[in-house]
Nanobody
Framework: QVHLVESGGGLVQAGGSLRLSCEAS????????MGWFRQAPGKDLEFVAS????????DYADSVKGRFTISRDNAKNTVYLQMSSLKPDDAAIYYC???????????????????WGTGTQVIVSS
């Protein structure tokens, strides 16, 4: 059974940083894009970032470009999201996801992802 487990969320002051991790178990995803999404209270799930199988390509939502960095360590079956210059608008539950398809690029649409974690909460105080 496949599991994606996020960690690293918490409370941070505006302007601060957090590093989220997502470790996969049950199968490997070294040939698959992986991504991060988030959902704030009362809002829809939104795309945050995606990374290609080898880390050579990445895509970001406009709202996080220049502040967030996605990376992965295939040896550890883990994907990371380094978040800097956090704003109150970044507060949300962050989910990692794995695309079941093997392809060279990234995946930016939620429907492309088959496997999802249960989320980690990020709270940003102003």
């Amino acid at each position: 059974q496949v599991h994606l487990v996020e960690s690293g969320g918490g409370l941070v002051q505006a302007g601060g940083s957090l590093r989220l991790s997502c470790e996969a178990s049950g199968r490997t995803f070294y040939s698959n894009p992986m991504g991060w999404f988030r959902q704030a209270p009362g809002k829809d799930l939104e795309f945050v970032a995606s990374i290609s199988w080898n880390g050579g390509n990445s895509d970001y939502a406009d709202s996080v470009k220049g502040r967030f960095t996605i990376s992965r360590d295939n040896a550890k079956n883990t994907v990371y999201l380094q978040m800097s210059s956090l704003k109150p608008d970044d507060a949300a539950i962050y989910y990692c996801a794995a695309d079941v398809n093997q392809k060279p690029g990234t995946s930016i649409h939620r429907w492309e992802y088959m496997y999802w974690g249960t989320g980690t909460q990020v709270i940003v105080s102003s």
